[in-house]
Nanobody, 116 residues
Framework: QVQLVESGGGLVQAGGSLRLSCAASGSIFRINIMGWYRQAPGKQRELVATITNGGTTNYADSVKGRFTISRDNAKNTLYLQMNSLKPEDTAVYYC??????????WGQGTQVTVSS
């Protein structure tokens, strides 16, 4: 089992910054890739960014150049640095972990609201 707990969401004005954190615990050695997803009201959950155990990153086109995903293996923590935030970034942000042999895990989500 893997437990994921997000923090760092909140209310910010357009153009501002936030950093999300995701603390992982449990059988995290079985996780191959971690990522951030988001879901806005009335919309489907979408990928924001992912990072592999080897450090390879992938970003949605809508956040490239503004968001940075990173991980601190010593702290078992995943981060999402979000800069130049826009109102359309408003959503619940979810931490995700995937392992080939253990499947997919989700955190409970953290709300990010960007005011115009």
């Amino acid at each position: 089992q893997v437990q994921l707990v997000e923090s760092g969401g909140g209310l910010v004005q357009a153009g501002g910054s936030l950093r999300l954190s995701c603390a992982a615990s449990g059988s995290i050695f079985r996780i191959n890739i971690m990522g951030w997803y988001r879901q806005a009201p009335g919309k489907q959950r979408e990928l924001v960014a992912t990072i592999t155990n080897g450090g390879t990153t992938n970003y949605a086109d809508s956040v490239k150049g503004r968001f940075t995903i990173s991980r601190d293996n010593a702290k078992n923590t995943l981060y999402l640095q979000m800069n130049s935030l826009k109102p359309e970034d408003t959503a619940v942000y979810y931490c995700n972990g995937y392992g080939v042999f253990v499947g997919t895990y989700w955190g409970q989500g953290t709300q990010v609201t960007v005011s115009s």
